[in-house]
């Protein structure tokens, strides 16, 4: 490489790192917590413990659930139902309209708690206890888009393209860097900048793979608003052309929630159901209960399948292919989380993401202390 | 291939493998990509840990 085309490089690593740099420290920071998000909600805001019943027994009828919920609600909306695959409960979601649902912080959201066996209820939680902004969920509104929803989620896509130009333009100085020196060379007894340029170059060059791979798959959550977008506006809108002429079903004329689990799990036989979304839901379809399933073994588990099933006669109409880019973010979401191979991945998660800051903090000071130094590369 | 090369590549490939083992295998592919994934981490203290010994030696 010619010293023209190093500093070209070295102009492109130090400026898409100097503007991303803040925004990946608050990342890194406010990403540490979320790796174990599951264990710390569960520590700050313990469930009492399920009723001790024998491992097969089997699921409540959810005809049941809905008509508890909807006899406590009669004037507002059923949004949709969790079915948990983790823990025997199902979660009833209700909001005062549609629009209301629509609301990123709407204060009419609220939901009630069921045993999945026993159709008991667990928690009847007011919209103040659901919108209740856990630390968790602060960490979580503050790591995808600063608060500000889909302009921060957005912003943050950006940034995180900042910081896949900065480890790319890393890759090309690693080499004049490094100069005649042996892998893992750190030069203490000369400068302290020499010391943490060495030690710079070699955390991030042993790291590099995985900032990558998280930066990479971060980008992709951060645009998943955009693309199921649309994959609405697309392919959605053309599966249930056929149906627009049909009137949309009132409450009252609704197909047996049941019935229309049933169907769908006849479908898809090897899939595990875990949400059914009710007919109207902006998510969904005005005159189809969706219900979204995934696969049990390791793979398929990351693929979720839409089914469609009739919101009026019950039957079904459609099993849904999701696009490619829709399966590509469905890969994205474990590789950006870290929360798929128990709790050691998580610690070296951990400690990765400690080691970004390192990097991160080492590669300022590095140009701060440059700034004083006669201009050589 | 320089060597300067050779270490980050190895380790760069190893990830990749810890990361996809965890996400595609159960049980032994999940301890496989346990050790794929601490071996940088080892690499890099020990790199670290005999720069820092050696220069205490120094002093």
Redesign the interface.
């Known amino acids: 490489m010619t010293t023209k085309t190093i500093k070209r490089w070295l102009f492109l690593h130090r400026w898409s790192s100097l503007i991303c740099t803040l925004f990946l420290l608050m990342l890194c920071l406010t990403g540490l917590p979320l790796i174990f998000a599951d264990e710390i909600d569960g520590w700050l805001n313990p469930h009492p413990p399920y009723e001790n019943l024998p491992a097969n027994t089997p699921m409540a009828n959810l005809d049941s659930i809905v008509h508890i919920t909807r006899n406590r609600y009669p004037h507002e909306v059923l949004t949709f139902l969790f079915i948990d695959d983790d823990e025997p409960q199902i979660i009833a979601n209700l909001s005062s309209s549609w629009k209301e649902f629509m609301q990123p912080h709407s204060d009419s959201t609220h939901y009630i708690r069921f045993d999945a066996r026993t159709a008991k209820v667990l928690e009847d939680a007011d919209a103040k206890t659901a919108g209740k902004r856990t630390f968790i969920r602060i960490m979580l509104d503050l790591h995808r888009g600063l608060f500000m929803d889909l302009p921060g989620e957005l912003f943050l896509a950006l940034m995180g393209a900042l910081f896949g130009l900065a480890l790319v333009s890393g890759i090309f100085i690693y080499s004049p860097f490094m100069k005649k020196m042996d892998f893992g060379t750190i030069r203490k007894d000369r400068s302290r900048r020499l010391k943490w340029l060495d030690l710079h170059n070699l955390l991030g060059i042993v790291t590099l793979a995985w900032m990558l791979i998280v930066g990479l798959t971060g980008i992709m959550n951060e645009v998943s608003t955009p693309l199921f977008g649309i994959w609405q506006a697309t392919d959605v809108k053309a599966m249930l052309e056929p149906y627009k002429n049909i009137p949309v079903p009132t409450p009252e004329e609704l197909h047996s929630v049941q019935a229309a689990f049933d169907t769908a799990q006849r479908a898809v036989p090897d899939m595990t159901i875990t949400s059914l979304v009710f007919p109207g839901s902006p998510f969904g379809s005005p005159r189809h209960y969706l219900l979204w399933s995934h696969g049990n073994s390791t793979l398929r588990s990351r693929l979720f399948n839409p089914v469609l099933v009739d919101g009026r006669t019950g039957a079904l109409s459609a099993v849904v292919k999701m696009p490619w880019y829709l399966r590509a973010l469905e890969i994205s979401r474990p590789l950006h989380f870290g929360d798929y191979g128990g709790m050691p991945l998580k610690i070296i998660w951990t400690i990765l993401d400690l080691l970004t800051i390192v990097v991160l903090i080492s590669g300022l000071y590095l140009w701060w202390a440059r700034r004083k130094l006669p201009d050589h590369v | 291939m320089?060597?300067?090369?050779?270490?980050?590549l190895l380790?760069?490939?190893l990830?990749?493998f810890g990361?996809l083992a965890?996400?595609?295998?159960?049980g032994i592919w999940?301890v496989l990509?346990?050790l794929a994934?601490?071996t940088?981490?080892i690499?890099?203290y020990r790199?670290?840990w005999r720069?820092?010994s050696?220069?205490r030696h120094?002093f």
């Open positions: 320089s060597e300067r090369w050779r270490m980050p380790l760069a490939l990830i990749v990361l965890a996400l595609l295998g159960t999940h990509s346990w994934l601490s940088p981490l690499v890099l790199k670290i720069a820092s050696k220069s120094h």
